[in-house]
């Protein structure tokens, strides 16, 4: 182990360097080949997959789940990190469908900004107003990028007034388009006064795109026509009636740069890219809470390593049966063989190795800053939530604000082949631990219960059992409709509930007691008849309080 920590200078330096964001989307807006030319752009990758072919032989780079390549869709977010600029960009690509909004909600919560990409011909989609809910909820800084101009289109002025309505925030354009679908020309770039002219059909990063300074208008209206006067009047009208980009209103989440473009054609990305490099933040400090309920706010040059667990994945690599703790560094400097404890238990955690990541291909570790996302390969003890640090901080901090929300589907688990009941066991147990889905176990009975949020949950985590655990199942439908999970500070209030209603109770993945509702109608009742328990409609992690309103 290296004994050469960074002066307080060298520190603050390092994590000025890191940028950290989410990109976010509906379905098919184009989020996941936007992630793969950010990469291209950046020099991690230098030939850039397609989710759109299924029998092709390359794959996105993010998207490296057996059903995501069948499917050609993202059921799980994915890691990569690129060096550009002298910045280290740590990118999260998020799934876009909406059975998945868990994994994704976790996932903004260890983003530092956001990267939002909207369908040029649909605007701003279900799934991304739900997670524009999310980053508003938190303040957020967004990035928008408005996607397949190289298609027809929706008339871009109308968009930006549909971003402004749902963001609750003023669009500023950064770029602007010329024409859209077969007579898409290009984009000009206000800030730089010119006109970048949009080639097709480029699969590669291409060493040179024409550029025409804008004071050449007679040559570009010569060229584009219509299009070109039509984009010189939108510029004027909405420069107008925008105000001018402010950073410091962007950072409060108070105003969003827009840029225009067509991903699949790498066009637009590079200033996109540029964007993040420039504009997006640098790690924040982060709220935690200390073992008697108090607040305290972590720096993130703060001395002492401190990170969090938000996402865990089984089997990212299914020759190895591992398991991957995802932990955002919040604070300080990780360096290789570093001892590690996890807060929750005052346990020493000992991974065995620690990992950056692109995707599916992993980095040893030797040092990680706040703001940057390191992978610990563990083999349990380790929940979603957990605040990790370094093992001589004496600290008994615990970082707040990672999300588990009362499952609306059930389905109960029966398993097709009795002697895999182990494997069973394993499988529910890793894939409830990671948030892949929520598993309960009743107090009678010996049939699990499956929570998801979406149907789709359910297939992926029947996908998963079969072909990572070898256990088949058949999933049956239940009886129940939603979850509540339960405290109460009187005992035996507690136990006269646990008594009355044990055929509705189970507990979780992280043993928390939870009521499950039959109907709206019965948790109303149920009320009534327990008033002195609580029940929750949120959790956050096993051990702190739950959210207070039922």
Not at 257 to 276: C, K, R
Request: net charge negative.
């Amino acid at each position: 182990m290296s004994t050469h920590l960074p002066t307080d200078h060298a520190l603050a330096a390092e994590v000025e360097r890191r940028r950290t964001f989410a990109i976010i989307s509906h379905p098919d807006a184009g989020k996941t080949t936007l992630t793969e030319k950010l990469l291209l752009f950046s020099g991690a990758i230098h030939i850039a997959g397609s989710v759109k072919a299924r029998k092709a032989t390359r794959h996105a780079t993010s998207d490296w789940m057996e059903i995501e390549k069948q499917r050609g869709i993202s059921v799980a977010s994915s890691v990569m990190q690129m060096d550009y600029r002298n910045r280290v960009i740590n990118l999260l690509d998020t799934p876009g469908h909406r059975d998945f909004s868990e994994d994704t909600y976790r996932v903004l919560t260890a983003v530092d900004s956001a990267l939002m990409v909207i369908d040029a011909a649909n605007g701003v989609e279900a799934q991304t107003k739900r997670l524009i809910e999310v980053c508003r909820q938190r303040d957020t800084p967004i990035l928008t990028f408005i996607n397949k101009m190289d298609r027809e289109g929706r008339d871009p002025l109308a968009l930006l007034d549909e971003v402004e309505a749902e963001l609750g925030m003023p669009c500023v354009p950064m770029t602007w388009p010329v024409g859209q679908g077969k007579a898409f020309g290009g984009i000009i770039d206000l800030a730089r006064g010119h006109m970048r002219i949009f080639a097709p059909g480029e699969d590669r990063l291409s060493d040179s795109v024409e550029t025409v300074p804008l004071s050449e208008r007679d040559a570009l209206r010569a060229r584009f026509g219509d299009a070109f006067e039509a984009a010189e009047a939108a510029i004027e009208l909405v420069t107008g009636a925008a105000p001018a980009f402010d950073r410091d209103e962007f950072l409060a989440a108070r105003q969003t740069p827009v840029y225009f473009g067509s991903a699949v054609n790498n066009f637009g990305v590079q200033e996109v890219l540029d964007a993040v490099a420039d504009l997006a933040p640098p790690p924040h400090p982060r709220a935690s809470t200390e073992r008697d309920g108090t607040s305290r706010i972590i720096p993130p040059d703060g001395p002492g390593f401190s990170g969090v667990v938000f996402k865990v994945q089984a089997n990212m690599d299914p020759q190895h049966r591992d398991r991957i703790a995802f932990v955002r560094v919040c604070s300080g400097h990780y360096e290789a063989g570093m001892k590690l404890k996890v807060q929750r238990t005052g346990k020493e955690m000992r991974p065995t190795s620690v990992v950056t990541f692109m995707s599916q291909r992993r980095e040893r570790v030797e040092d990680a800053y706040a703001g940057d996302i390191i992978g610990f390969t563990i083999h349990g003890g380790v929940q979603l939530g957990d605040t990790i640090t370094d093992a001589s901080l004496n600290d008994r901090l615990q970082y707040t604000g990672l999300p588990f929300f009362a499952p609306e589907l059930f389905q109960v688990v029966e398993l097709l082949n009795p002697v895999r009941s182990k494997q069973l066991q394993a499988g529910l147990q890793e894939l409830g631990e990671e948030g892949a889905i929520q598993v309960f176990r009743p107090l009678l009975g010996s049939l699990m219960l499956l929570g998801a949020v979406g149907q789709l949950q359910f297939e992926v985590v029947q996908h998963r059992l079969a072909t990572e655990y070898k256990a088949e199942v058949r999933l049956k439908p239940s009886q129940f409709v939603g979850a509540r999970w339960v405290t109460c500070d009187d005992e035996m209030e507690l136990k006269k509930f646990m008594d009355y209603n044990a055929s509705k109770l189970a507990y979780d993945a992280a043993d928390t007691l939870a009521y499950l509702l039959t109907s709206s109608y019965d948790l109303r009742l149920t009320q009534e008849r327990h008033p002195k328990i609580r029940f929750h409609p949120l959790r956050e992690h096993a051990g702190l309080a739950l959210t207070q309103s039922a």
